[in-house]
């Protein structure tokens, strides 16, 4: 009943420790391999085989039995089968079938972080989570579910609820739920720019979310609002001051050119009397406004002493968006002479911007008098000597 050790051929000891006989051997080799299998290792039958000692051999039931987290191994008489393992709750812990041994008491979920979170819009929401306080938490996994009352990928100004729960159903309750107020605030949009302000840790995000990056056209003024910013038109411009789309319409020129005539106005014009001599036949037989016209026809020039301003006699301006002064002049049309009555006459000047704004018409009045063929001629040669 039991066994012996014997030491195998060629060798020395007496069996509890075996060593090679001859230099090297010997007590001191014996002692060696005596320390390497100590009395009491061997916790099978299959391994006492393995290790030379003489004992009894100790057979543990519980060997290679796995109880599950917060649960041991217990070796119970099993009667005439002799030991048998049997795996027993520690603690608090109590068996579910489902779940093994668990703590009845319901977990709880404490923030990571500030409660409310404040974040500006525009940039994103770092998720910082919950500390999961359970102690059931080492024997199995656990899965927060985490769910936003709002979208949260591109922050819109308001107040946004997150909710962590969390799932045990051996407790009751069987589900604990914890929340978090987000609150997104305006930023001030003007003033944001690729690079992140150093008074948000958030990451920027407003390049990739619509409304973010000012998109005012060149020359616009970006102005801040409770929900946004809205690009305000310079001088002399109207439109939303958005960058064009199908939505906005930019900026566009809203203010008309101006006109100045150069040189006297109204304008006399001396013209041959019918009746005097020297002016019989020839042009003083037309209609007077005829007359006037076809004079007008060779040139303005003479209405301005020489024809300033490219012969139109007149210059115009134009206002620019921003307000800047540009010169439109020779965009400047002269119009057909009008007939007042008594002599008088008019004659129109008109002009538009490449936007298409058109200034107030300017009129020039000429007067006409009429003058014997003597006096015409010294008129003539006054108005060649200024030439």
Request: glycine share 12%; with cysteine.
């Amino acid at each position: 009943h039991g066994y012996s050790c014997r030491c195998p051929a060629g060798s020395v000891g007496s069996g509890e420790a075996c060593a090679p006989p001859g230099p090297g051997g010997g007590a001191a080799a014996a002692l060696e391999a005596r320390a390497a299998f100590p009395n009491g290792t061997a916790k099978h039958p299959r391994l006492a085989a393995a290790l030379c000692g003489c004992h009894s051999v100790i057979i543990d039931a519980c060997w290679g039995v796995e109880c599950g987290a917060q649960a041991r191994c217990e070796v119970v008489d099993g009667g005439a089968g002799g030991p048998v393992p049997r795996c027993v709750c520690e603690g608090a812990a109590v068996y579910h079938e489902a779940h093994g041994c668990v703590d009845e008491t319901p977990p709880s979920l404490k923030l990571i972080g500030p409660d409310p979170l404040i974040i500006p819009t525009c940039f994103g929401y770092l998720e910082p989570g919950v500390e999961v306080l359970d102690a059931n938490a080492a024997g199995s996994s656990r899965r927060v579910l985490i769910t936003y009352s709002r979208p949260m990928a591109c922050p819109e100004r308001g107040n946004t609820t997150v909710t962590y729960s969390i799932e045990t159903p051996w407790t009751h309750p069987s589900i604990t739920t914890t929340t978090r107020r987000v609150e997104v605030v305006d930023v001030d949009e003007c003033k944001l720019t690729s690079r992140q302000p150093p008074e948000w840790s958030a990451p920027y995000v407003g390049e990739m979310c619509k409304d973010c990056m000012p998109r005012c056209v060149p020359g616009a003024r970006c102005v801040n609002t409770a929900d946004g910013y809205r690009c305000d038109c310079p001088t002399c411009s109207r439109g939303d001051g958005f960058e064009l789309s199908e939505t906005h319409t930019g900026c566009v020129d809203s203010c008309p050119p101006s006109i100045s005539l150069l040189g006297a106005n109204p304008f006399t014009l001396a013209l041959c009397d019918s009746d005097a001599s020297g002016c019989a036949g020839g042009d003083h037989k037309e209609p007077m406004e005829a007359r006037v016209q076809r004079l007008l026809d060779t040139g303005t020039a003479r209405l301005c002493d020489g024809g300033a301003a490219g012969g139109a006699c007149a210059v115009a301006t134009d206002r620019v968006p921003g307000g800047e002064a540009e010169d439109v002049t020779a965009r400047v049309v002269v119009g057909r002479v009008e007939a007042l009555g008594q002599g008088r006459f008019r004659i129109p000047y008109n002009v538009a911007d490449r936007a298409g704004n058109v200034a107030p018409t300017v009129y020039r009045e000429i007067h006409v008098k009429t003058v014997g063929f003597a006096e015409l001629q010294r008129l003539a040669s006054v108005d060649r000597g200024r030439a």
